[in-house]
């Protein structure tokens, strides 16, 4: 027997429809790439959008059609987003801090018709536009007060390409595992990989958000994302947001500690999220010039593990609650978030930022399990590593034109190549990419927690662990430090630092002090590019 239940086709379009009707005049307020700032609310951007969607339509983009964006996290890039997905077409976020090459390998991959792009990144798009063949149309994302000189042919100013369509325009119907949008990924090798989200996924991943375990927002919350929409699906904001009616506050390119702070306090924002660098650099910005966070009232950290000084500084001093999170590009990216079970309500001080270094439980609609070399389950027990394995319905089953198969494991279990263990209530706690993790003695150390330990030093900026060989432990761990400014700890001092705070068979074997730490273009160590640095580096116990 059927249930006899409309079909109601989960598309991304029904979202901003919801938002301009029940939210109509909450506002979305951006620092525009051209310096002011702008206002506008859930209505106009549909209407925008509606334009939007008619002008690509006539541009001949329509179905299936793969449109690049190039640009910051303001109105006008969602503006794009809703209009792409509304006539069936396909948002392809792309990150500029990626090299130019791997941009125009990842646009030809995609088969790019259209480009939209912030006037930041025209220079790249120029370098790059004899490669890229499937391209016909660049819109620079500005008003035809802005727009600038270039060499590129087909260019188009956006206010003035978006003129050319009025809203009287109908979202088109398409079924709800059409694609919505495209995000590639880097891998250590290879090329990167596409994940393409669905509408449906979409839809299911900001329902599964919104759970109040999970972000719990509401239309009483001001949010401010500053993870970029080209970062693994912006961490769903652009849908979740306007599915629960909140206020958003983009902060276009400026995401230094001064700028979020001015942003944070202006607009009274009582919601953000964005990765920990970010908000190490509004916390020291906080430190150097005072200032409190009196409207926030709990930040999303992800992305990389938030160091635990983090938390403390955001929760002891300015009573700002930490939601650590986990999550991957193939996850739409949410996969846990650490929000308080009953099981844990009675912990303070240590015991509670012990839990709250854990990346937490999955929402409804992601299940997990972490396995040993033999695939068999490892215990719930807070101790046991293994290999973390998702699915759900906003977790990739393949990657576009079926690379990297061998990540799609049996029954739907995407192995998400990050090391982690559970612990009984259902806590999951990443220990590292199983790429990263040191073997000492055939036992695992975990390079995230003594990262985490080390920046926890007061002279210290950034910390990375890497694996070295060692004749007798097979690997051992070297400790690479980035100092805060105008500070010089000594070896002796950061090794007294973490005596007593880690099993002693985990002590680095040598620290070094180093002026910066390679990156990669999501903000990530790049172990692979220290470990080739250190490479040769003999070990004072080898
Ligand atoms: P991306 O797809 O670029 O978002 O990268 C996903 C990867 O980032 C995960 O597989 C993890 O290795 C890492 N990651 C994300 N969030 C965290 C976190 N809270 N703690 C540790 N690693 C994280």
Known sequence: MQGLMQPWPLLCSKVIDHAAIQ???????????????????????????????????????????????????????????????????????????????????????????????????????????????????????????HMPESSLANLACYEDWLAEADDDFAWKAFDENTAAGMCYTSGTTGHPKGVVYSHRSNILHSMLAQQPDAMGLSSRDVVLPIVPLFHANGWGLAFTCPMAG???????????????????????????????????????????????????????????????????????????????????????????????????????????????????????????KVTDDSDADTPWDGRTFGRLKVRGPSVAASYYKGTGAEAFGAEGWFDTGDVAHIDPHGYMQITDRAKDVIKSGGEWISTIDLENLAVGHPDVAEAAVIGLPHPRWDERPLLVIVPKEGRDPGKAEILGFLEGKVASWWMPDDVVFVEAIPHTATGKIQKMALREQFRGYSLPSA
């Open 23 to 145: 939210h109509p005049h909450r506002e979305i307020v951006s620092r525009s790439v051209e310096g002011p700032i702008h206002r506008t609310d859930y209505r106009t951007v549909r209407s925008r959008s509606l334009r939007l969607a008619k002008r690509l339509d006539r541009e001949g983009i329509g179905l299936g059609d793969r449109v690049a964006t190039m640009a910051w996290n303001t109105w006008r890039h969602l503006e794009c987003w809703y209009g792409i997905v509304g006539i069936g077409a396909v948002y392809h976020t792309l990150n500029p801090r990626l090299f130019p090459e791997q941009i125009a390998w990842i646009m030809n991959d995609a088969e790019d018709r259209l480009l939209f792009v912030d006037l930041t990144f025209l220079p790249i798009v120029e370098a790059i536009a004899p490669q890229l063949a499937s391209l016909e149309k660049i819109v620079v994302l500005t008003d035809a007060a």
């Open 246 to 368: 909140a206020a958003m506050v983009m902060p276009g390119p400026k995401m230094d500690g001064a700028s979020v702070s001015e942003m944070l306090v202006s607009e009274k924002v009582t919601f953000s999220a964005a990765v920990p660098t970010v908000w190490l650099m509004l916390l020291q910005h906080l430190e150097k010039h005072g200032g409190a966070l009196p409207d926030l009232n709990r930040v999303v950290i992800g992305g990389s593990a938030c160091p635990r000084a983090v938390t403390q500084k955001f929760q002891d001093d300015y009573g700002v609650q930490v939601i650590h999170a986990w999550g991957m590009t193939e996850m739409s990216p949410l996969g846990t978030l650490c929000t308080i079970k009953p099981e844990y309500a009675g912990l303070e001080g240590d015991a509670l930022l012990d839990l709250e270094m854990k990346q937490g439980h999955p929402p409804f609609g992601v299940e997990m």
